[in-house]
């Protein structure tokens, strides 16, 4: 059997336990430090145990003897019609925060919005939500966030900043100064109205769209090769052959959801399906991407263009059309280039890279291969990245020179992302007017004059059209918090327009959207429906998609060789994107889908590097004057080292302020493009340690064959192609305990291991249902954390060139659970739906129970996490509770908790069959990781019903269960992992491999 | 050694002495400072009116003349916390309600009532200008205070206490006195003793943090049974999510004034209720109701489960509301309470639709194996039915 490991150490030295003696003295020391502030030093003593004591019996005493508070009930005083307490309401809303778009629905308890769920009859996000759109909900109730208007740092209000600033615009529109808007993308038709309304008022206004990770490379090439300065939508549902450069589309690139969602389609083996997408993935970095690609080729960022460059040569060739200058790639590709010839039209070729030139020849080897039209669509180009590099460097030229008088920061921070901040912090002196309409402090807004703080998200009005012709509404889901104001409020009121953002959307979708459509004969009901979904897509005029024009002349450079020195590349990570969401527990705590780290960015370096230079995890190094500590990856390209973007940020809040360091100044403008690696570094020790939370050897399940996976071409001989201890596992079923009967519902899960990208969405979907509590660093270090959902990570093969598997895992209901009868107090128990239970109340933390789970998939409270200064994230105030799930118990210290299968959602939706007097339906009941899972990898339903999906799923011959030996009767089922590729065991790696 | 350890004897004992003249004397500070707390502010609001607080409060129970055949204001308008409905308003509602308007308009209410059941009680009061002020005064000086706390039932204590002294009797009987010869008596009522003291205790330990009978007074004095029996309005009229929310609910001010727009004044309570939800309404400000059903925070219970899909009688659960002035929880709400009617009460197997899933229990009803299908049968005491 083929090996898999979790970590490189795990490879070299067998099980990694050197963590668990570090941590075997804290577990014994936790159990009683009621006194102790610094608790791991100090032993259990007699004598604070009998203080513990002493202090109960009292507490107790003095407790029972008082009585119990008067509690008030306060009814409305008009109940608005539609609101019944207690009862959850769903608006339609719309997250676009710059970088990621959604279509939402928003849950409502009793007037404050609690979960984000995707919305259905969106035609993008069909329903899936990522893991920052997830945890955006909880960015609404962030203690950081700006209380009201401020002038140079103090408190102000409204009508002084509006006199103040409306003076200063009209000064500089009467000397004839100019003005700059400094917005992130915009993709809302009604505030591209409004600026425009702002431009008209002051005629010196410039809009300048910067995006930090920017795809002006992209924009810049469409112009040339098509005269279209826009992205297409890529359409990887269609893409029989899919060939990527560092494009990470399932987990950063445009728009990951619907790419996801797409890419999963077309790799799902159900219903008789025998063809699924070959995908392949050129990467210096393991990305999300990556480690879900049939193959990945670990190469230098700088050589992908030669590669590309090489793919081109060979398809010019044979259409006759001039070659580019470029060395001999050290990928052979001629193998490649002739599976994509012959998936003409069913092929698509996308490339991460900002370069003009490598997105050029990407597009005419697209356009060669015939995709435009097919897999690639111009017909709806997206809308969600419109920034050129180049006007922000001409912004900042002028802003040098004294031409701009007057600066608009809205959805921007360039003090944090911009390379050269400090040349920007320097030359803004120079502009006597600087505005921020920042929602929460961020290292721009706190060097401006005036905060005119904007509402959050889900206090808001507004509209979004991502992608061409499909139009989204988002509308505010709770009364403001603070004393703050919409950002187009106020740029309509400085333009001196008396008109309410809400009046001018509401009349510019009455006006304009309506006229685009034909279901709804009146503007009012057209407004009131398109509320209501959500969304509003134009319908299809009827045409086919057609392969736009190629117009530019492939007048290409002529490219060099890469150098042989060490390249530092730069990437974002899933959870926490370019930085914005970075004061977001929920999202510092999400591990890293591959090296399960949380709580900092650290520098990936490959295992061989790493013993090259005498490298262990942890060890601070400095590289481009950053002192960073080490990770060891598998998979890191060799000759590349790389370090994520979005952390080390500055007076943000209490949570992203000093974790990891800022990355942004490492950037550099090559060509009029942004470029997102540097070649030519050193590393050299510190000497220095900085610990990493790493959660990867966690939860390790001892080398057993947990994930199991096959060829493409072993599935199509036997479907069973490596299952077949399954087979073995049945047969073996033997039991002295009868055997489990479920009349009525027995709730199962069946997942696909095919789909499932390990994006993370499951995870913090989970913990904003479940309260799950938010631990820190320090905590995850000792293997404490929380999530009651984990994916798992396994790698194969080669450390430098691994395959990766991922799996996940939470509480596997088993129907012979070991857990049960194992607690002395019958806490836990198996309830007569198949769930496996736990009482809460009743739970007196003997641990028993996670001894004997052979899956790790339950939790200790090991604090009171709640109202707790040491955990002092989002629970312990009362703010950050109001995102509390009220139908879900806030545990208690000293009690175990784990997965329930959202029981509270099963009871909901039972409840709602026997009030509507019907059977349930297969697939209403949806757990919210199976809820926001973009891939569809998790399916949730009942496995008495023989026609559920969830009992066809059980039912296929991929299908097994963890450890089915040890007849724990799991009521969670994996699907086999299928790869595209000839064959697992044998050695496939000569088509495309290091020639 | 020895010094030392002395030295420490003395430091604890000085500490033990210094503690317990500090617990003598916290009681005397604390309550002194209360006192002149308490003679600061009638002091200042003699300054304000000109009544005498004792001669208003004699007044009020009585003690000084009020007319012949005059009724005594005390008589209807309590002076203590009491646990029954008391139509009339209390001395501290009166209070409170007069105390920031002017004499004029409390000598009117008194003297000259509005509603008819006042003109008829208050008829024969004869009260001059001064004895209207002192009385204001003393009702002025209620709205400060508040009423008289009701004294503590001492009744288990005291059983409690006498129990031990048995005990006690017992045992010097048995060791010393020996007036009894059988030492086997002393061995019964020891044990007689003792076993009744465990039963005290277990008793009141069961009965921590359940508040069966509860019945607090509620700011408004809204009766039940005026609304539900002798006006019969069905109970799904005020509570109406009951029946498909979470929450029973509460009625919003907007539901009492459907009526109250047109019922001003009621049977018993005259005006002076009604008025203060047109004051809610009119103000803006909702009522504050005491919340006497309250389950704990680790419990689920949805209303629409067992009112809407169970089809259960409000009665089974809430007691003959019908019959209440005041509310008051007639179950102890306890998990033995909820346990024993999940266990035998029957599910509505064949009218609901949604029971089609479970085939075996069908089959079973079907060839009689079982007469019924109970909670229980369907999970109905899982843990995770109520406890997620």
Redesign the interface.
Known sequence: MKKYWKSPEELKYGLNLNQEEEFEMDHKNAVIDLFEKDIPEKTTSRRNFLKLMGFSITAASVV?SCK?P??????????PEEV????ALYYASTYFDGTEYGSILVKSRDGRPIKIEGNKLSGISAGKTSARVQASVLSLYDEARYKGPMISGVESDWDKVDAEIITKLAAIRKKGGKIALLTGTVISPSTIKVIESFRESYPGTEWIQYDPVSFAGMLIANKKSFGLQQIPNYRFDRADLIVSFSADFLGTWLIPVPFTKDYAKNRKLDNGKRNMSKHIQFESVLTVTGSSADKRIPVKLSEEKIIVANIYNLLAKKAGASLVKVPKSKVNVHALVKELEAHKGKSLVVSGANDVETQLLVNRINYFLKNYGKTIDFNKPLNIRKGLDADMENLISEIENGKIDGIVFYNVNPLYNYSDKDRFENSLDKVSLQVSLSTSPDETSLMVDYNCPDHHYLESWNDAEPVKGSFSLAQPVTHPLFNTRQAQDSLLKWSGNDLKYHDLLQQNWEEKLFQLQDRESDSKKFWIRSLQDGVFTVSPSGGTENSPEWIFNNDFSEISSVSEGLELVLYETVALGDGRNANNPWLQELPDPVSKACWDNYLNVSPAFAEKNELQNEDVVEIAGLKVPVFIQPGQAEGTVSLALGYGRDNTGKVANKTGVNAWPLVTVKDETRQYSIGEVKVSKTGKKHTLALTQTHHSMEGRPIVRETSLEEYLENPAAGNESHAEAEKNKVSLYKDV?F???HWGMAIDLNSCTSCGACIIACQAENNIPVIGKKEVRKRRIMHWIRIDRYYSEDPEQPMVLNQPVMCQHCDNAPCENVCPVSAT?H???G?N??????CIGTKYCINNCPYRVRRFNWYKYVENDKFDYNQNSDLGRLVLNP???VRERGVVEKC?FC??RI?EK??N???E????KDGEIEPACVQTCPSDALVFG?L??PDSKVSRMFKSERNYHLLEDLHTLPSVGYLTKVRNVEKTHGEDKKDVGHA | MNNCFVDQFRKQTFRVVMLVLFLMYLPVGVFGSFSNKKEGKSEGSKKELTGDVKRGQKIFFGLAELGEGAPVCANCHNTTEIDSLNWYPSSYEIGSKFKKKGLMAFKKAVLSPSTPTMKKVHAKLTLTDQDVTDVKAYLDQVAVDGLTPKKPVVKNALLMISLTIIIIIALVDAFFTWKVKFKIIHLVVILLAVAGQVKLVSHA?IA??R?KDYS?DQPIKFSHKVHANQNQIDCLYCHP?AE????A???????CMNCHILVAEGQISGKYEIDKVKA??TN????????VH?LP??V?F?H??HV??GKLDCTECHGDVKDMHLIKQVEDLSMGWCINCHRTKEVRFTD???Y??????HEDLKSGKIKKVTVED??GT????C??
Do not use: F
């Open positions: 029972a119990r008067v509690q008030k009930a306060i009814p409305y005083l008009i109940k019944t307490p207690g009862n009967k009349d009525g519902h128990m309830s007569n739906e769930l239970q736990v009482a809460y109340n009743r139908d879900v118990v329930t029981v509270q009871q039972k409840l069959a026997k009030l007097n019907r059977p349930l009942d008495s019903d | 330990a921590l943090g508040s607090p999510s498909y929310g979470k929450n609910g509460i009625p919003s001010v907007n539901v809610a309404y803006k400000k909702p009522i504050e109701w005491i919340r309250n925070d680790h689920y949805n629409s489960q809407g899909a609901n639709k949604y089609g899933d479970y085939k075996q229990l369907i999970g899982d843990c995770m039915k406890h997620y």
